[in-house]
């Protein structure tokens, strides 16, 4: 379905030779944690192909291991035209990228694109040093089997809470949705609730989700199973506390 609305787009609306590009999430993070299909994302890419259309992957939230391959578009079988990549890539440093073939970055002429915090000795070398990092600490292996931890503990947290209306994600990127168990609609006043409670417990909490009823666990990549056990049930015994 949402395949044939971008193609009506373009049937209907848009001139494809209009389009410089199409840029999205592979996997979405401030929208809510959702993981598309597999065919929706090669649906893209297909478009873009068939158009002449630059595929663009937002990797800044979802890349560098977050859902247990270096890059999530990659567990779709997908290779974007140009990649943006942010957040770990310097462990802390304030550091971003902009990745694409060399063909396409040729068309960079010198000068054309800079900033005031362009790219830096202190910055690369800690993109390098994070690099070496991910290999040593096996970083990937971590990621995959501690987010299938995390999602074991999420499901059963949804079990026992009928207000988690929903349990999703990939790696270390899963979220929880807050719902009225009446009839699903959301319910962004109990994710309220919960996080103040969590506050009081000592757990900051982050929400997502276009109706704010969503909370995000977005872990640092080399968690452990003790840390992730202190961190859900501290959610466990503040929504027992409030009588979710």
Not at 34 to 41: D, T
Not at 69 to 77: D, E, H, I, L, V
Not at 131 to 144: A, G, S
Request: glycine share 12%.
């Amino acid at each position: 379905f949402c395949l044939d609305e971008l193609q009506q787009l373009f049937d209907y609306l848009v001139e494809p030779t209009e389009v410089a590009a199409i840029i999205m999430e592979p996997v979405q993070g401030e929208g809510g944690y959702f993981v598309p299909p597999a065919s929706f994302v090669q649906g893209v890419r297909e478009i873009c192909d068939k158009y002449g259309i630059l595929l663009i992957f937002d990797e800044i939230q979802s890349g560098y291991g977050r859902t247990g391959k270096m890059w999530a578009g990659q567990n779709f079988g997908v290779t974007p035209d140009v990649m943006n990549l942010g957040k770990a890539i310097a462990g802390g440093l304030p550091m971003s990228a902009i990745v694409s073939t060399e063909k396409i970055m040729a068309k960079w002429l010198p000068g054309m694109h800079g900033g005031t915090f362009g790219g830096n000795p202190v910055a690369a070398a800690a993109g390098l040093a994070v690099l070496d990092q991910m290999e040593e600490q096996h970083i990937l292996k971590n990621v995959n089997e501690k987010g299938a931890y995390l999602a074991g503990k999420l499901e059963e947290l949804q079990k026992a809470h009928p207000v988690v209306g929903d349990v999703r994600g990939i790696g270390l990127m899963r979220a929880i949705e807050f719902d009225h168990p009446e009839d699903g609609s959301p319910a962004p006043e109990i994710w309220t609730a919960v996080k103040a409670q969590c506050l009081k417990n000592h757990m900051i909490t982050l929400n997502c989700g276009v109706h704010g009823n969503g909370m995000r666990f977005a872990t640092r990549l080399n968690v452990t199973t003790d840390e992730l056990d202190e961190g859900v049930g501290i959610l466990d015994r503040s929504m027992s506390e409030l009588g979710y």
